[in-house]
């Protein structure tokens, strides 16, 4: 079982995740390794928990697609997307059902080229074109759950998430 945390930025996330799951692998994967990172993993760690599952893996989501170790394909990962900038919400979830994972994402910064037909214009406040973009993401790619999170916590708080079907035999 795996936990990649895409874009993970500071990796608290991440962080959280290896703290409550243990016996998970979780990969804090971004382009920019950021102080912040290591930071807080210092901080765990002065607590007692070393979070030895944890890694941080510099880079895109080519990681994953280029990987060759026995993690592709394994039906029992998670990939988060959390505030994904542009492309990223939705190659992630496409990566997600490629690799029959399961996957949350809370989009961000949508482009309409991702997610519409070429050509279509959207003027509209920019609240109302990030709900109408969240309602093409979710028509493509059909979560098993759509909920929103407080927007004190963030403005763009719409939460998409789709996990594994089990095939019954």
């Known amino acids: 079982s795996h936990i990649y945390d895409i874009g993970c930025g500071h990796g ?6 290896a703290a409550s799951f243990p016996r998970i ?3 804090a ?7 912040s990172f290591q930071a807080q993993r210092e901080a765990f760690q002065a607590t007692g928990m070393s979070l030895p599952n944890l890694m941080f893996e510099e880079g895109d ?8 170790d026995g993690y592709k394909n394994s039906e029992r990962s998670l990939l988060l997307c959390v505030h994904g900038c542009k492309s990223l ?3 992630s979830i496409e990566l997600s059902k490629r690799n029959n994972w399961s996957w949350l994402a ?4 949508l482009q309409s ?6 050509g279509t214009t959207l003027k509209v406040s920019d609240e109302t074109r990030f709900m109408m973009l969240c309602g093409a993401i979710t028509a493509k790619y059909e979560p098993d759950t759509v909920a ?3 927007s004190r916590i963030t403005a763009r708080g719409i939460v998409l998430t789709s996990s594994v079907k089990e095939e019954i035999q």
Request: charged share 25%.
């Open 12 to 17: 608290l996330l991440a962080m959280f995740c």
């Open 25 to 27: 692998a979780v990969h």
């Open 29 to 35: 994967i971004d382009i920019v390794p950021r102080d």
């Open 61 to 68: 989501l080519t990681v994953l697609q280029n990987r060759d």
């Open 89 to 91: 919400t939705h190659e």
């Open 106 to 109: 809370v989009p961000c910064c």
């Open 113 to 118: 080229d991702n997610h519409l037909d070429e």
């Open 148 to 150: 929103t999170i407080d």
